[in-house]
């Protein structure tokens, strides 16, 4: 009982942390980070203890595949270079060069072990870094690579590590026997995501009641996660190529009131493991802190050297990347120093170092060096790059580039130029006129000053909500009836003029 209230209690501050970082306009990971450490030193707490072979699963799945399902395939084709680089080179570069700092500072670490920690703090969350750069509106460049980043990353480094772990457990590999097998688990990663999303699509779940539909989602995430980890395979490789098929094919077989249910569980739920992430890496800090004898000299310059290797190693290749790149002749895909500079510093560390930490087995050598190592360097990038991230952007001046803008409004006059068509052909009736007058006037452009059609619409739709209330509060209707015009009213507020802000978006204004 303790325990549940405990975690209650550190949800209840989690939220209270990201209604806080909205104020400050930082990441909430950062403060979520303090709290975590927080939570190590507050006398009284429970210790806490994870199954590895769960934390993966639970932690890093659903965070991933709602990362995978708003990915662009076109732009990350667009920036393969970029982003090859900062998924391979530069993961590998940092996993070994943090290996060989650790086995310098502690000669008795197992070169497996050194390895896995390596692959451990190599890959970067950037996911909390482009929640800060979308308020800011950057060039679309830079969120595309960092996006395109932390999906794949994460397989490049958890295929490390399960290498790594695999040799300080005892297992033997040689080289010709890990290339195939990184071959074949990545490769086939990939075609049984593919395939598992076709026989989602087939199976027509997502035609059932909402709950059950949203359910099942969470439960086919996992389900597809375990499955890749038993039959071999990269189980990121397969959620990325799970998410990203499920969304190109889902679309049209779904409507709005089920994607607008769909969207806030995932968001929720997305946000509670990030909460309980950084929760339990830091009750359990205590118990890692006693087992070490407290903090020692030794351990702080173990975690510092770490935390130095990971962001100067990003730092090297980025810059490097972009100093060649400008060498040639340049052209609109030509890196800027400045976007260059901003992508170097996205380098924060989050949910899937504290999962992949938490995930080492007992018994594993150093565990808890390792652990406490990359606690600290989650911790020391979250705070020190999160919290200055916005300020170097803003002295940078990076302009958004406006590409966004330019593809919404062209999609904006298809498809209201389709609907259009259908109403002319259709049989003439005053609802017919209603809409097409609807339809043209969102394909007139807004200009300043005056009321527009968003601004109009805002008016009527608070009206109607106003009345609404009134309605049930001197009972001329009951709440059932009211819950379904409300309803209505929700839908008509996010979708009826295209030019609103997204609900996400209107909420973090």
């Given at each position: ?43 009284g ?41 900062l ?14 700092v ?5 000669p ?34 830079v ?121 806030a ?9 990030n ?71 996205c380098?924060?560390r ?109 008016q ?29 009213i ?20």
């Amino acid at each position: 009982m303790l325990i549940f209230e405990t975690v209650i209690l550190l949800l209840l501050a989690g939220a209270l942390l990201a209604v806080l970082a909205k104020r400050l306009r930082v990441p909430y990971p950062a403060l979520l980070a303090l709290a975590g450490t927080a939570g190590a030193l507050v006398p009284g707490l429970p210790h806490v203890t994870l199954d590895p072979e769960l934390a993966l699963a639970l932690f890093v799945a659903p965070t991933l595949l709602d990362a995978a399902y708003d990915a662009s395939p076109r732009d990350l084709r667009a920036n393969w270079r970029a982003v090859g680089g900062l998924v391979l080179v530069c993961v590998l570069c940092t996993a070994f060069a943090v290996a060989w700092v650790a086995r310098l500072i502690e000669p008795g670490l197992p070169w497996a072990a050194a390895i896995a920690l390596g692959a451990i703090v190599a890959p970067p969350d950037a996911s909390a870094a482009a929640a800060v750069l979308r308020q800011l509106r950057p060039p679309q460049r830079v969120l595309v690579i960092l996006e395109g980043e932390s999906l794949l990353n994460d397989a490049t480094a958890l295929l490390l590590f399960r290498v790594a772990v695999g040799a300080a457990m005892g297992e033997a590999f040689s080289t010709w026997e890990v290339v195939p097998m990184l071959l074949l688990t990545c490769g086939g990663g990939a075609l049984f995501g593919i395939a598992a999303a076709w026989v989602w699509i087939w199976m027509g779940i997502h035609r059932q009641d909402i709950a059950v539909a949203v359910l099942v989602q969470f439960l086919g995430t996992f389900a597809v996660w375990l499955l890749a980890e038993r039959l071999g395979l990269s189980a990121i490789i397969t959620m990325v190529a799970y998410a990203m098929t499920i969304a190109r094919l889902i679309p049209g077989r779904i409507g709005g009131r089920y994607r607008i249910a769909s969207y806030a569980v995932w968001e929720v739920a997305v946000f509670t493991l990030n909460i309980l992430a950084f929760i339990l890496i830091g009750l359990q800090l205590r118990g890692i802190l006693e087992r070490l004898d407290g903090w020692r000299w030794q351990d702080a310059a173990f975690a510092a050297a770490a935390c130095a290797v990971v962001i100067l190693m990003r730092f090297a290749w980025v810059m490097g990347y972009v100093g060649i790149a400008r060498l040639g002749r340049r052209t609109a895909a030509t890196p800027s120093l400045e976007g260059g500079l901003v992508i170097a510093w996205c380098g924060m560390r989050g949910i899937v170092t504290l999962a992949a930490a938490l995930a080492l087995p007992e018994g594993f050598p150093y565990r808890d060096l390792i652990l406490l190592t990359a606690f600290s360097v989650a911790v020391v990038t979250l705070v020190l790059q999160g919290l200055s991230l916005r300020w170097l952007l803003e002295r940078l001046g990076l302009p958004d580039d406006g590409g966004v803008e330019r593809e919404v409004a062209l999609a904006r006059q298809a498809t209201a130029s389709a609907a259009l068509e259908v109403l002319r052909a259709a049989k003439p009736g005053r609802a017919a006129e209603v809409l097409e007058r609807e339809y043209l006037a969102r394909l007139q452009p807004v200009e300043g000053g005056g009321e527009d059609l968003a601004g109009l619409q805002r008016q009527a739709v608070a009206a109607q909500r106003r009345v609404l209330q009134a309605l049930r509060s001197h009972g001329t209707i009951g709440d059932d009836a009211f819950h379904v015009i409300e309803e209505e009213i929700d839908l008509l507020d996010i979708t009826a003029d295209p030019r609103i802000r997204d609900l996400k978006a209107a909420a973090d204004g």
